[in-house]
């Protein structure tokens, strides 16, 4: 809920550095999020030293001093209030002064969104919150000083990772007017074609999160050929592999499969080992569902994803889900079994309860193949209730409630729930689609 009044200096204080509980950080973001100017208003002295005695001066030093200067910025934000509260005679416990350590105006920004960056797994809220000081900065430089270029530049970049933190809170339609922004910015500055690519990219992103496939396709497709043509091989595998990854789930399993090949003939395992892993667990599912199985075997038995994953469950449980699709598509159904069973329990115990009923369906078809019909049934049944329970979408009940009528009648096949299965995962990427009987 939007706060109704607006937020006094000292919790602003508390939101610059971080220190409020997590529902609090929710109601502040709301409330700016909301476009309330007198709180941003109140939030400049935070920022007034972004703008001081430039050009900046970043002594980048080592490593690690560098990254504990930037953790000690908003810790030390208060004394900024200090300074300006001694000027109206005012007083204040003193503080670290928020450019004590050198971070000023384009520097300053670069930092804060490397830093909001890091964060989008670990802490989301985190993520848009120095993004969104970021952009304050931004928004502040003098671009009679630095450039009319440098500033746009600035800015664009700082809009549109303000944008993409939107899009990681699902705040879809301020991560819209956010990279509408950034796009803006980017048109007045120096057109860097690195910077394009990076703000296309993050427009693929919210049109993917907005499930606009065909456009998000498109747009990696000139994310790939900007990275190509500068002769950055990797970044380029990035934009295909994000391609074919949107392909599988707009149901286009033969061009995912070509994309995937592609992309991991671009990739760079050193430069991100997690991106090439998870690539390459995205090709041996085009495989399966390409019905590719030996094919899909000896790469899953060449590549060590297995070994590979081992410490994470999540990754792990979607590798041994491909591996029963490719053990059933073999006809290996036991040991098929087994791993839609070591994947359904991790997915359970992780609480994800709609990947899990995905997964529960793959095993119905191994248990049809397999002559028990009965339990077949019994576990249609199971995650027919599930999906009510969920408040999933009406063509995902509707496809269920067939698929446990079949079960009823005893004449459901494992081709009609692996029917239903492949329907079910592409309606999540695409709401429009209609449920059609096999």
Not at 141 to 155: K, P
Not at 226 to 253: F, N, P, V, W
Not at 297 to 325: N, T
Not at 333 to 361: K, N
Request: charged share 30%.
């Amino acid at each position: 809920m939007v706060a109704k009044t607006h937020w006094n200096e000292e919790r602003l204080g508390c939101f610059v550095r971080g220190e409020l509980a997590k529902s609090e950080m929710r109601q502040v973001v709301r409330h700016l999020i909301g476009g309330c100017s007198s709180c941003e208003t109140a939030l400049r002295p935070w920022m007034e030293l972004a703008r001081e005695d430039q050009p900046a001066v970043l002594d980048c030093g080592e490593h690690d001093g560098y990254d504990a200067a930037i953790e000690r910025a908003f810790e030390g934000a208060a004394r900024v209030a200090e300074r300006r509260e001694q000027r109206n005679s005012k007083s204040r416990a003193s503080e670290t002064d928020l450019g004590v350590f050198g971070l000023r105006g384009v520097p300053l920004v670069n930092e804060l969104l490397r830093q909001s960056f890091d964060s989008r797994y670990r802490a989301p809220w985190e993520m848009w919150r120095l993004a969104y000081f970021a952009r304050l900065v931004a928004d502040n430089l003098d671009s009679a000083y630095l450039g009319t270029q440098t500033v746009a530049d600035t800015r664009a970049s700082a809009w549109a990772e303000l944008g993409n933190a939107y899009r990681v809170i699902d705040e879809f339609a301020d991560a819209d007017a956010a990279l509408t922004q950034a796009e803006s910015f980017l048109m007045l500055g120096s057109k860097n074609r690195i910077l394009v690519a990076r703000i296309v990219d993050l427009r693929a992103s919210l049109c993917f999160s907005m499930r606009q496939l065909t456009e998000a396709i498109t747009l990696l497709g000139a994310v790939f050929e900007i990275h190509r043509d500068l002769g950055d091989l990797h970044m380029a595998g990035r934009a295909l592999s994000s391609k074919g990854l949107y392909l599988q789930h707009a149901g286009r399993t033969q061009e995912a499969k070509r994309v995937l090949a592609e992309s991991l003939n671009f990739l760079d395992p050193e430069r991100d080992v997690q991106l090439f892993d998870s690539t390459r667990q995205c090709f041996l599912l085009a495989l399966a569902e390409c019905g590719e199985y030996r094919e899909a075997a000896s790469f899953l038995l060449a590549s060590g994803l297995a070994k590979r994953l081992e410490c994470e469950p999540l990754s792990l449980a979607r590798l041994r889900w491909v591996e029963g699709m490719i053990l059933a598509g073999l006809g290996k159904r036991v040991r098929a079994e087994r791993c839609f069973l070591d994947a359904r329990a991790i997915f359970a115990d992780q609480d994800l309860q709609y990947t899990a009923s995905l997964v529960g369906l793959d095993l119905s078809a191994v248990w049809l193949d397999l002559g028990r019909s009965g339990e077949a049934a019994e576990l249609a049944r199971e995650i027919l209730g599930r999906f009510r329970e969920l408040g999933v979408e009406p063509e995902a009940v509707r496809a269920l409630e067939f698929l446990e009528r079949a079960c009823a009648k005893a004449i459901a096949t494992s081709l009609i729930v692996r029917h239903v299965n492949r329907f079910l995962q592409r309606l999540e990427h695409q709401p429009d689609l209609r449920f059609q009987r096999p």
